[in-house]
């Protein structure tokens, strides 16, 4: 459990500091195989069974470049309007740790494939921020490291640790960007809206997966201060691995309300990486930060430099799809959404499981109506991202299909989708195993009605005067004695005619 730290309210922050963001976002490349060698980049395997001599870092092997990753940088480079390298290498960044067998990991140090670029991202109200990109570099990924016996999960207390080295190697893109100044109060907004575009950028290019939760798309969240009026950048921390829109926007809010209880106090902010820790939405310390220098880069003499040739880089940006702003805007008008509920289902991080809900045949207004009106809502309630309530378009396709035919009610599709949620398998399986199953046999329904009539004579007499809407009274005693299991258009229905009631 992260200890109890000192903090300002963000609000009082805000009247003190300027924040300045800065953001390293590492992007697994879904390659068949890895940045250097053959073996399989698959993820969920068998721990250690998807390496190689390469990955291991054994004696006299060789690495060639994955020529697949080399393009799938490319692309990312040109969708955030980089300059593209004529030429790059790679090199060695020097560091000893158990889940990096080679003891260096091969990266780019200031020869970058992409760099210069930029990319302008929405708030939730229209505001377009603009973010400079200093850089997109290739380079592989370490392994995984697993911390066993202890409280918290990492290396501090734990009696042991496992590694598998399934993901060293496993192709990356780290896109840096340049400082970023000028988003004052708004800048945890910034933070998540940018990610989020990054994820829907090289998921829309098909270049990654990009699901966080396995993380394929990971963020280390820069935040330093500047008292207001200055020019001078503060001292920054990195927030190391954060892998949810929800966790980096918290993390870059606590980590400007610390560094300004810390410098209002008079004391110095440490540079140095943290840890994230989503239960208590706090940081703790990591290491000191180390510059690049201290990592002793130096050219990878066992790679020759990579060349993209002009008209190779012209055909890749020839191939590119639609970009996310052009297909929001096609998207938007194809389904008919107002300006707002259009911009609430791209704020709320369910534009990709509305479409493919679409797609799976639902209409545009039955897919807005469950994504937002009832998965929103409990993903908010459960303080999660949407999709890691795990529901999946299609869920939604037949939940909505046993509503529109009749064998459910909303009423009881919210507690199918409860039970969907909590991983009791499909609607289908769910409203049986539930027994929730819709009353429109004309028999149970009549029962249930004379009874509520016998014991409301009143409300009887009032249908039978005109007033019509006082059939609710006996449509709400039927719903209750059916436990919600009637259909609630066939009660009043049956009510008028059992009364002899023009509707």
């Not at 703790?284 to 990878?300: I, L, M, N, Q, V």
Request: aromatic share 6%.
């Amino acid at each position: 459990m992260a200890a109890t730290q000192t903090v300002l309210s963000f609000e009082t922050a805000m009247e003190k500091f300027d924040p300045v963001l800065g953001f390293e976002v590492h992007v697994e490349l879904n390659t068949k195989t890895k940045m250097f060698s053959s073996a399989p980049n698959v993820f969920g395997d068998e721990p250690n069974t998807d390496v190689n001599e390469v990955d291991l870092g054994m004696p006299g092997v060789l690495p060639v470049v994955n020529r697949a990753a080399v393009e799938s940088s490319i692309k990312i480079g040109l969708a955030l309007n980089c300059e593209i390298a004529e030429s790059c290498r790679f090199a060695r960044k020097n560091y000893f740790y158990p889940d990096t067998p080679k003891n260096f990991q091969t990266s780019q140090y200031d020869e970058p494939i992409a760099h210069d670029g930029w990319i302008d991202i929405e708030l939730e109200d229209g505001t377009v921020f603009r973010v400079e990109i200093e850089r997109a570099h290739m380079e592989e990924d370490a392994g995984k490291l697993t911390h066993m016996g202890g409280a918290t999960g990492r290396i501090h207390g734990a009696e042991y640790s496992l590694v598998d080295y399934n993901r060293a190697g496993v192709p990356l893109v780290e896109i840096v960007t340049k400082p970023i100044v000028g988003a004052g109060s708004r800048a945890p907004e910034l933070a998540r809206a940018y990610v989020a575009a990054i994820r829907e950028i090289v998921k829309n290019l098909g270049v990654s997966d990009a699901r966080m939760e396995r993380g394929n798309v990971r963020c280390d969240a820069n935040v330093s201060l500047m008292p207001k009026g200055a020019t001078q950048f503060g001292t920054r921390s990195e927030t190391k691995n954060v892998n949810s829109l929800r966790s980096v926007e918290h993390a870059v809010r606590f980590e400007i309300q610390r560094h300004a209880a810390v410098l209002s106090a008079g004391e110095k902010v440490t540079q140095e990486t943290r840890h994230w820790h989503e239960d208590t939405r706090t940081t703790t310390a990591g290491r000191p930060k180390s510059d690049a220098d201290d990592y002793r880069y130096f050219p990878e003499p066992d790679l020759v430099p990579v060349v993209p040739s002009r008209e190779w880089v012209e055909e890749i940006r020839a191939s590119l799809p639609e970009p996310p702003a052009e297909r929001r805007k096609r998207l938007k008008e194809a389904w008919g959404y107002a300006d707002a509920e259009f911009r609430d289902v791209v704020n709320a991080g369910v534009l990709d499981s509305v479409e493919e809900t679409i797609t799976a045949g639902a209409t545009p207004q039955a897919a807005r109506k469950w994504w937002m009106g009832e998965i929103v809502g409990r993903a908010k309630a459960a303080d999660v991202d949407p999709a890691e309530l795990g529901v999946s378009p299609a869920a939604i396709v037949e939940l909505n299909g046993l509503v529109e035919g009749g064998r459910l009610n909303n009423k009881m599709a919210g507690q199918v989708l409860d039970g969907v949620i909590a991983g009791e398998g499909t609607p289908t399986e769910v409203m049986e195993a539930r027994g929730l199953v819709l009353v429109s046999d004309d028999g149970p329904l009549l029962e249930a009605i004379d009874a509520a009539l016998a014991a409301q004579p009143g409300v009887a007499d009032k249908i039978r005067g005109g007033k019509v809407q006082a059939a609710g009274a006996i449509v709400g005693a039927v719903m209750k004695a059916t436990r919600g299991q009637a259909d609630a258009g066939r009660v009043k229905e049956l009510i008028l005619e059992r009364l002899g009631v023009q509707a």
